[in-house]
């Protein structure tokens, strides 16, 4: 029925207002879009280079020789289905007592099919958009470059010189760095504010270094910052990604500022601020069933924001109003977040590297000793479905990462 032999596409579904037109109407500006784009038919239900089908009116039932709303093939269709479920999971057919999602459950096994995340602003050839339901994806490294003085793990150890920086970022780049986290304001708890010119100043030197550097072209660079002047600014001067601890709550105009950048943006769970945090860690409903309902509220707020829902990363905010138990948590159900229904097809970051809990559990006072209690969160983060692993020791956890994959990231897990 379908020509199956053809190359990969991107299929996406979209809601838009149209008011009060009729399904002919809307079918005839539907077309003119595609003549517009360039759409040549070559084959029946073959490849082309653009296809746009009306889904959906509201309620609406409409039969016509070239125009069925319902869509008569939406129900058979997973490319269809996947998509729409990111929209309306919940939304029964007008001509089915079946919800979005368990139409989509109810079609037999096949290849499979996935979201996707750019981590770049434009094409690069060698950095794929992340694809958080294939299951032979390989986790990404995500290395921390903290240029602050007062950073809990490795403040003052790094610096912007170009002496110190090239030969740590081509060992970087050796152990396997897909992206470069670099922050110039701690979020340690109790650790002093700094202003947003001087948080720049930490950053930009080591950004513009790496950006004039040809051999670091296939290294994504992330900004951590929850601040929306320091995310317009370091973009504009070459990162690509924005992660932001508060998830656009620290600064108001943080999710409009990333909307308009257009660069994907990691948007994690937390409470109140790196000040107050540690008071705010009762959830009294469950812990997993609350940081899903508070992400969601996030996720819709940056939604309306205008940031696109293919540019968002998810994560859980480990060490950020959590308990010892509760961080363990998060590791051991992470693969039970990643499939709550508002959540599900988005990519995440986990970050437990070194982290406070991990000192306490394993009895290591000095951060940069915890480098075994590290690999196993790590090693858990895998095995949940973590799309990325933030660390400090990336030499080290690049070897668990591998190891992980090996382990977990197969087609069948069975």
């Known amino acids: 029925m379908y020509v199956e032999d ?10 838009t207002h149209v008011g009060d037109m009729e399904p002919m109407e809307l079918l005839s500006k539907v077309k003119a879009i595609e003549d517009k784009l360039g759409r040549r038919k070559t084959i029946d239900k073959g490849p082309r280079n653009i296809d746009l089908d009306i889904l959906l009116k509201g309620n609406t039932t409409f039969s016509h020789p070239d125009l069925n709303v319902p869509h008569a093939l939406m129900s058979e269709r997973e490319f269809v289905l996947r998509p729409l479920s990111d929209l309306i999971p919940h939304a029964t057919l007008p001509t089915s007592s079946s919800t979005v999602c368990s139409l989509l459950s109810s079609l037999p096994p096949s290849s499979p099919l996935s979201s996707l995340t ?14 958080p339901l294939i299951p032979t ?5 995500m290395a921390i470059l903290n240029l602050t003085p007062d950073s809990f793990s490795d403040g003052s150890q790094h610096s912007s010189s170009a002496s110190y920086l090239l030969p740590l970022l081509q060992r970087l780049k050796a152990a396997g760095t897909t992206i470069l ?3 110039g304001q701690s979020t340690a708890p109790r650790a002093p504010e700094v202003s947003a010119p001087e948080e720049l100043s930490r950053i930009l030197p080591a950004l513009k270094l790496i950006r004039s550097h040809t051999e670091f072209n ?15 600014t370091a973009v504009q001067a070459g990162a690509e990604i924005v992660n932001d601890i508060s998830g656009g ?11 308009e950048l257009g660069c994907s943006y990691i948007l994690m769970h937390t409470r109140g601020t790196p000040e107050t945090m540690a008071r705010l860690t009762s959830y009294p409903e469950g812990l997993i069933p609350t940081i899903a ?20 990363i998810l994560d859980p905010g480990i060490g950020f109003a959590k308990t010892q138990s509760q961080n363990c948590e998060i590791l051991r159900r992470l ?14 970051v986990v970050g437990a590297s070194r982290k406070r809990f991990i000192g306490k559990i394993t009895g290591v006072e000095e951060p940069r000793e915890r480098v075994w209690g590290t690999a196993t969160a790590v090693s858990a983060s895998v095995a949940g479905g973590a799309d990325v692993v933030r660390v400090h020791d990336v030499e080290e956890m690049a070897k668990v990462v591998r190891m992980g994959d090996a382990i977990w990231r197969v087609e069948d897990r069975k």
């Not at 750019?118 to 694809?131: D, R």
């Not at 994806?137 to 490294?141: F, I």
């Not at 296939?218 to 317009?232: I, N, P, Q």
């Open 293 to 312: 309902s508070e992400l969601s509220s996030r996720l819709q707020a940056a939604e309306e924001a205008g940031i696109r829902r293919w540019r968002i």
């Open 249 to 259: 709550t620290m600064d108001p105009d943080m999710l409009k500022t990333v909307a």
């Open 335 to 348: 693969g039970e977040l990643r499939e709550w229904v508002e959540l599900k097809g988005y990519p995440w």
């Open 181 to 183: 986290d670099i922050g």
């Open 118 to 131: 750019p981590l770049t602003l434009t094409h690069h050839p060698s950095l794929k958009p992340l694809n």
């Open 137 to 141: 994806r390989r986790t990404h490294l």
């Open 218 to 232: 296939d290294m994504v660079v992330s900004v951590d910052t929850y601040r929306a002047s320091v995310a317009r």
């Open 6 to 15: 053809q190359g990969a596409f991107v299929n996406g579904v979209c809601e």
